[in-house]
């Protein structure tokens, strides 16, 4: 079994003309909070979307906890839970019924999903709007309710793509902290973003521009006593 949960192998992607992803190569530690920093266009999204299957590279490898994305990409894909960057939400039933849906999805019978969406919902202080319409919720409401989501399965593995986008200050920080916080339970965590106030000293980095990997290690190894804010701007620049 391997030490990873999660493993690019020299990834590469192009839509038409433009090289999306070149190379990209790294692996993250099992139960380890990775932060996919990068620029707007950086290639954050399309990594995301290869790595969930959406599209498929022709160049390179995958791998969830061993398993090869291309051989197995049924069984890779069970570890695996996302949180997109657009919502993908019904609006005109409760909270409730999209996780029950969405349980559905993964075979997971009514009487066995009741709980752990009960369960997934209390944990995000979100127990008290279960019976909401979806469309009446904030978007702090929406983004924990799609977090809770994407647990319903119990994946090893969650992928969240700029996850606090659009959100308050407040609300990023306390959704930011709750993630890191899966950690402490063995979830691998892969959080794309361009805020570097959501990244802790002791998180893994993966520094992404123009869709090659520029950086990979331990914040606190790659930035030393650098400030991140001041590193990563200077890392970005473009000549």
Not at 14 to 42: E, Q, R
Not at 149 to 169: K, Q, Y
Request: proline share 3%.
């Amino acid at each position: 079994m391997s030490k990873y949960a999660l493993s690019v192998c020299d990834l590469s992607y192009a839509y038409a003309t433009k090289n999306a992803l070149k190379n990209v190569s790294f692996d993250i530690p099992k139960g380890n909070f990775c932060a996919l920093l990068g620029p707007n266009g950086a290639g954050k999204s399309t990594l995301f979307s290869v790595l969930t299957g959406l599209v498929q590279s022709p160049d390179g490898a995958v791998s969830v906890l061993g398993h090869d994305l291309a051989s197995f990409g049924r069984l890779a894909r069970r570890d695996i839970g996302v949180v997109f960057q657009q919502p993908t939400l019904d609006l005109d039933v409760s909270v409730t019924e999209n996780l029950l849906y969405f349980a559905a999805l993964h075979g997971i019978s009514r009487r066995r999903a009741k709980p752990r969406v009960m369960d997934a919902l209390d944990r995000l202080s979100m127990g008290e709007r279960a019976g909401e319409k979806v469309r009446n919720l904030n978007g702090g409401h929406r983004r924990r309710m799609e977090i809770a989501r994407a647990l319903i399965h119990e994946p090893s593995v969650l992928l969240l793509d700029e996850p606090t986008v659009g959100l308050d200050h407040e609300t990023r920080i306390s959704i930011t902290q709750y993630v890191h916080q899966l950690c402490d339970d063995g979830i691998t965590i892969l959080w794309a973003t361009h805020l570097v106030d959501e990244i802790k000293p002791t998180d893994h980095l993966v520094l992404l521009h123009h869709g090659q990997v520029l950086e990979t290690g331990r914040v606190s190894d790659v930035v030393g006593t650098k400030d991140l804010a001041r590193w990563f701007s200077d890392q970005t620049v473009d000549a």
